[in-house]
């Protein structure tokens, strides 16, 4: 009995609540609540249309300061790099735009970009470690002192395809050729005939989402191989906007490679040949805006036409 008195009071109260509330509205207080709602639907207009105009301001400084970018690169690129050659390996996810832009920007320098290697999935998955590493013992016997007995499959296969990329020695750079046969290829790459001197690696925007792990996740083992085979004159290009980009996680390591963010932009293109002389010359610096940078953009060397 006590609780069904307790259920009605509560009932009674609500009906009393919703009457009060049907009275009010519709008497003295209906005129201001209408102003009030009135006054700040205006005013959350208002601060809508100031943000939209605000943004397009944004967009605009963006596309300005982008277009001066450019400009200013085409006045001090051209001769920075000419008789250099150059090797650009891009990795699963990587936009063709994204490697256009660099190809683009590395001729306007005056380089020449000898090879193009894309890795596939099968460098990185699970379902192919078992070929990795089959492959990887093989090929350490080629590549005697360059790898130690100690480092992991990914960095022994990264250091052979550096080192068949960039060595003049015929034997060493079949090694890109022992990638990319087989049944499980693990590049997509044509004979080295013209071997380069600088190596630019592509690396793609993280693809995580909230609450999922990676299709594909490559680990830092490659670039640490890449950069064993060329220490200086290489050069890491990405997205180290997110803390889960692959370049990002490379910063924060504080592995002694160079590295250039926000990929794709007109900043990060025209960043690109500075940062591989840099990195050349014994200077490696996170170059950009994005987590973990060190320094807004490399040193811009004085153009050499004859290359030297």
């Known amino acids: 009995m006590i609780d069904f008195r307790y259920h009605l009071v509560s009932l009674m109260a ?25 006054g700040q639907v205006t005013a959350l207009s208002k601060q809508q249309a100031e943000l939209r105009e605000a943004n397009e301001d944004l967009v605009k400084q963006a596309n300005n300061s982008n277009e001066y970018i450019g400009v200013l690169a085409r006045k001090v690129t051209p001769g920075t790099m000419t008789g250099k050659k150059v090797a650009v390996v891009r990795m ?54 360059k790898v130690d007995a100690k480092v992991s499959s990914q960095q022994v296969l990264a250091t052979a395809l550096g080192t068949g990329l960039t060595s003049t020695d015929k034997e060493m750079q079949s090694l890109v050729t022992n990638l990319s046969a087989g049944d499980t290829p693990l590049v997509s790459a044509s004979a080295v005939t013209d071997p380069a001197q600088l190596i630019v690696v592509v690396t793609p925007v993280s693809n995580e989402k909230e609450g999922q792990a990676p299709v594909l996740k490559p680990d830092l083992e490659f670039v640490k191989g890449i950069n064993l085979a060329l220490p200086k004159g290489t050069a890491v290009v990405g997205s180290a906007k997110n803390e889960g980009d692959y370049l990002a996680q490379i910063r924060a390591e504080k592995l002694e490679m160079t590295t250039v963010d926000a990929i794709g932009s007109v900043m990060s293109n025209v960043s690109t040949p500075f940062a591989l002389l840099a990195d050349e010359a014994g200077n490696n610096q996170a170059y950009g805006t994005e987590h973990y940078a060190t320094q807004l953009i490399p040193p811009i060397p004085q153009a050499s036409p004859e290359g030297q």
């Open 92 to 145: 699963p996810g990587v936009t063709d735009e994204a490697v256009n832009g660099i190809n683009g920007q590395l001729k306007i320098a005056g380089a020449a970009v000898t090879n193009s290697v894309t890795l596939k999935d099968s460098w990185f998955n699970e379902d192919s470690q078992s070929y990795r590493d089959n492959l990887a013992s093989t090929l350490a016997s080629k590549l005697g002192d």
């Open 14 to 38: 609500v009906l009393v609540a919703l009457t009060m509330g049907v009275v009010l509205g519709a008497g003295p207080l209906q005129g201001k609540i209408s102003d009030t709602l009135s």
